[in-house]
C-alpha cells in the first residue's frame, strides 16, 4: 500500500518521567520549533514567546526574523498550520536560519495511506470561507509519494483536532493495552512497528465509549530524515 507525505516537523525530542523518548510529533510530548508564538497574527502569543525564548535560548530580534519568516512561507503554503512544512527544504531553512544552536533537533515525517488520506481531506475540508486549511490536509493534496532514504521508526495513531494540532495514543498512555488487545509491539522508538490490525484499532480509538477525545484518530507512518540536503 502507498504511503503519502503529511508533512515535515521540526522536534527537539524530551525524555519522559520514565527515562523513555517517544518519536512523536505531538506537542503533548516533544517541542515543536514552530507554534503559536511564531505568528504574527495569532492571539495572546507574546506570552508564549517569552516562554520560546527562554526554551530555545532566542533573542527578541530573532522572534521578530522568525515571525516575519513564518508568516511569508504561511502565504506560500510551505508552512501549514499547526506546525506543518509541507517541503523538506523548508524545514531544513527553517531548522539552519535560526535553530542551528541547537543539536538535537529531529526532521520526522508523517505518512498516510490512501484510505486514511482521502479521510483527511474529507474530514477537514474548510467548510467556508473564513475556514483555513491545516498543514496535513494542505500537503496531502499534493499528493507526494514516501521517500525511501528516510528511515522507518513505527506507526503513531493521532487524534487531529479541527486546527490541525493532535494527541497521540500515548496521551492516554495505552500502550501496552494497545499491544496486548491488538498483538503488537511498541519498540525503541515508542511506536509500533506494524500496522497490523489497524482498522480495528482506529474503531477503538473512533469509539468515544472507550474515553477517547471526539476528534477523528489516525494512522500515521513515522519517518525520520537522515539526508539533510
Known sequence: MKFYLGGYYLIRLKPQKSGNIIYTCSGCFNDNLVDCWAYTWTNNNDEQAALAKEK???SDSQIYSIRTWVDNKHTENKLGWLNVFTDLETALEYKNNFFSHIN??????LYFNDI?????????????EKMGEI???????????????????????????????????????IGIELSDKFDLILNEFGLFDSDNNSSQILEYL????????????????????????
Open 56 to 58: 530555545f535560548q532566542l
Open 135 to 173: 498543514g496535513l490536509r494542505l500537503t496531502l493534496q499534493k499528493k507526494i509519494e514516501e521517500r525511501t532514504d528516510e528511515l522507518f521508526l513505527g506507526f503513531d495513531y493521532i487524534g487531529i483536532g479541527i486546527g490541525g494540532d493532535f494527541h497521540t495514543f500515548h496521551c492516554h498512555d
Open 116 to 128: 486514511e488520506r482521502n479521510d483527511i481531506l474529507n474530514e477537514f475540508k474548510p467548510q467556508n
Open 104 to 109: 538535537d533537533i529531529k526532521i520526522i515525517a
Open 206 to 229: 473512533n469509539d468515544e465509549n472507550n474515553g477517547f477525545e471526539s476528534d477523528p484518530w489516525f494512522l500515521a507512518k513515522t519517518k525520520l530524515v537522515i539526508k539533510e540536503k
